[in-house]
């Protein structure tokens, strides 16, 4: 059962607004955002205000790292909406558009390959705040996993980046000791001692980097950061693991334009209602791939955010 006394017209449009009805009455969860599931203490005293003031007190926690205030009656919405916005605060991240971004603690984890909180962060301000008037074909999630761990499972969205620490192995070092420490610290198996030299299987590692600075003989002291990106994720009713592009990126900035490009690319060739991972098995993995690695999407943006501007021209 739905609203009770709502019409179906305003429960979608508050709905747009990130205000979900609690079946069967005509109150509603508002959905508040985060940047990256972090938000400040003093924001945190808003919302439990917030959720006593116009809710039922309750206040839950969504999969997306995203607040939701329950019981708010339909004619308190903008009641709501203002009082934490004092705090910074917005509800939202509904819709066939870019979602809020999410990221695991990369930034303070031991294993932690890249500042997951600060590229999340940027990610949200250049893609879900600055495609947020952008209609796609669907819903789009982005996640941020700071190592192989995936614990935020940035493989199972439209786009993940995943950090990476590719070993650097200065074999002339190598002692070919029987107890290998590299051997031993490597979680996939990939390095063993082979005729008194170490080798690396470059199809197993997962470049956690486990193994950088383990060697007492400096074998391996040093490792390139990198991000490896995967394309084509979703969880749900249907399951599918997405696929890393070939390259692992050294540059950030590279790493953002090609995930900005996937935005394009589905924007521009997807299919209204399929998901990006049937716009990508439709036109080919390798085709995307080719689209993704070059400048084509990035300098035709605006003829694919403006079709119509770019016809009157």
């Known amino acids: 059962m739905s609203a009770l006394t709502i019409s179906p017209e305003e429960v979608k449009r508050v709905k747009g607004l990130g205000f979900l009805n609690n079946k069967g009455t005509d109150n509603f969860s508002a959905r508040v955002l985060t940047v990256n599931g972090k938000i400040t203490a003093a924001q945190h005293r808003c919302i439990a205000e917030a959720a006593e003031l116009f809710g039922n007190g309750t206040i839950t926690f969504t999969t997306r790292l995203s607040i939701e205030v329950q019981g708010i009656p339909f004619d308190k919405i903008e009641d709501f909406r203002n009082y934490i916005a004092k705090e910074g605060l917005q509800t939202g991240g509904t819709g066939a558009k870019i979602r809020p971004v999410v990221s695991c603690k990369g930034t303070t984890c031991q294993y932690g390959r890249l500042d997951s909180f600060k590229i999340s962060e940027e990610m949200h301000h250049r893609f879900y705040e600055g495609y947020n008037g952008v209609a ?178």
């Open 136 to 313: 796609l074909p669907h819903k789009f999630k982005m996640a941020v996993g700071g190592c192989p761990n995936n614990c935020m499972k940035p493989d199972l969205n439209d786009v993940g980046i995943v950090g990476q620490l590719v070993p650097i192995h200065d074999i002339e070092k190598c002692k070919g000791c029987k107890k290998c420490k590299i051997e031993q610290v490597c979680p996939m198996h990939a390095c063993k001692v082979v005729d008194k030299k170490i080798t690396r299987d470059t199809s197993i590692c997962n470049n956690c980097g486990r193994c950088v600075g383990k060697c007492p003989f400096g074998v391996v002291d040093e490792g390139t950061p990198g991000y490896k990106i995967y394309v084509g994720g979703r969880w749900g009713k249907k399951i599918s693991i997405g696929k890393p592009l070939s390259k692992i990126f050294t540059d950030l900035d590279e790493a953002l334009n090609v995930i900005e490009k996937t935005i394009l690319l589905f924007k521009d060739q997807g299919i209204k209602g399929e998901r990006f991972e049937e716009t990508i098995k439709r036109i080919g993995f390798e085709n995307v791939e080719k689209q993704l690695l070059s400048d084509d999407l990035l300098n035709r943006k605006e003829e694919i955010l403006n079709p119509e501007e770019a016809l009157a021209k």
